[in-house]
DNA sequence: AAGTAATCGAGACGGTACGTCATGTCTTACC
DNA sequence: GGTAAGACATGACGTACCGTCTCGATTACTT
């Protein structure tokens, strides 16, 4: 004897709600994007939309989330040399930031945070927090490996890592390439040890 | 023989409409933030405003800058101990960003920038570009004392220090306050070595 | 061999769509009132309304008829003075348009059979006609005891009896009491004759 | 020095506005007219049509008004023979509510009084008192000539003579003929003697 | 007594219109 | 010519109902 949630909610209308918010969000980015024009290219009565998300911004992370497939992984690559792993790892966000797919709507999610606590939460818990875990992960394989020094913060080693990239793409302060991915990669690592 | 630029405008309605912004801004927040409300609170007409502001953005960020005077000083402390200098640097900058009435507009300032490209260029050039270049300033100094490699990227550099706080602040992922600091200046000193 | 037109109709909801349907007609009045406010205050599905009336007018009109029982009598007294009768039965009829629990709904009817033919002609069939007939029938007597001139159209003298009274309701021209009621039996008196 | 009262009223507007509406108001009838369509065909902000008007009903009123140029002479003819007067009379307002252009907007406008108390006070001062005010003064001077019966209340004489052809229309009952406006004459008559 | 089909409550759905809000442009009158 | 005031066309907002639909769950007739 099951309970019924949502009380059988249109698959169908989901997916393309979803869709539709995917396209627009890239064809006229977050600020000009609209509850009503999602509903119309989606075929859709607003009140689908309002009766299942809280907010724009909502039904647009959601879009990307299902965009992304929920990821599954993340577990980073760990092959006894942080050096070389945090190398790559870096090289591939400094390329994910750059890649012009990603950049809208990741600054409209940054964005969006920021006055949407709900929001906040759901993207740290789905999205940045199962991440910066990663991170810390192996941070601390590499510390019983001796790469790490004893009295290092996780937490702060971690931010010391993704901080500076997040920090230049944000504020679009220089060029993100793998010599800067190598360059921050580098000093993280003498910070760390 | 002076220079009359802008022909002949109030200062009054200027000075109004920047005192009303900063007023609703902390009152209502960006987002919620409008031009017909600033407007109706100056005691001015709307096409006064449009005159001479492009955007809501460049309103309030010239309401911001005029409350902050411009600054002036910009040249960080130089006592040849990069390691207490830096240290005192992150716990002010730290304290800053905790500061419930900088927390609003700087968020509202960071999401604005993302939008809009002349408002990011007038931030930079204003704002952020002195602080960065101050920070070079004393890490070249620095440098020649011998406390910070040869081949160290100064850009790479200032972005180690100040990056990690930004994320910690911009997406709330921990307290900021003088342990925090000390720990961020402590590693960025191990990466600049 | 029984007739089981509806098939199986609960009569436990007709009931409750009905009642729900007086009452909230009272409390909101006919423009403000919905068929989903109706399925909700009687506990009931919106399909089981659109299954059994064609309208919100439809439905509104079987709370009335219900509510009236559906009269039964409708012959009108005959003591052979035609004058009294009259006057009688006009000073009934304008009691019972200023009843104010006859206002509202009787104004209702009166402009939902406007714009809604089928509900004009049920109007007509089960109400008016009947009430207009037996008038008929007691103008059709008098006629026989010489009271009314045997050339008088009966269909234009029921009409020049309530003509005026209706005309006043509706159109709020004036008091509705005893004295304006005797008047205008004493004009149509004279108008027969 | 003037009180500039309404500030500015756009009379293109204005006028686009009344015409829409009397068009979409023989197109489609008053319960399907929305402010929305009006305002489409005006070429108009819904909000200039909110910012004039209270309702739809005030609109629509406004647009017939204008229609019918506010009317002006209402002086009944008067050729001393109140007989022929009121079949002339009676035949032609039986003839005007039998024009398929006024029978939409003249029910919609009987309907629309039921439920909005303000424009009810516009209809009876604008539209029906003047109108019932000349038949009164019709039927004054006849008295003075003998041919009204002195004791007959006036107010109630105008609803005998009008209130059966109106009761006949609304309700549709019959035909509006000139048989029938010749009966309700002849009987009218006979009333007031 | 079991099978079966119509009816029931609930409420999601695609729509339309609502009345409000803010946008950026415009016009007018004042100084 | 800049200004306060505010009307204007535009267009999105979030809500209310519309009338249709699909779901189980009764429920009352068959067989």
Redesign the interface.
Known sequence: MTVKQPARRSERSKQAILAAAAELLAEV???KLTIEAIAARAGVGKQTIYRWWPSKGAVVFDALLSRMGEDGDLTLPDTGDLAADLRLLLRGTVAEMGDPGFQAPG??M??E???DPAL?REY?ERL?GPN?EAMKTRLRSAREAGQVAAD??L???V??I???????W?????PLDDA?AD??AG??L????
Request: aromatic share 12%; no cysteine; net charge positive.
């Open positions: 980015g977050f600020p600054r409209a940054t964005t945070i920021q006055t906040a740290r940045l910066l290092v913060d937490d702060v080693a931010e010391v993704f901080g500076p990239v997040y920090y230049r944000l504020l679009r302060l220089g800067y360059a921050v000093m993280a003498s910070a760390l040890r």
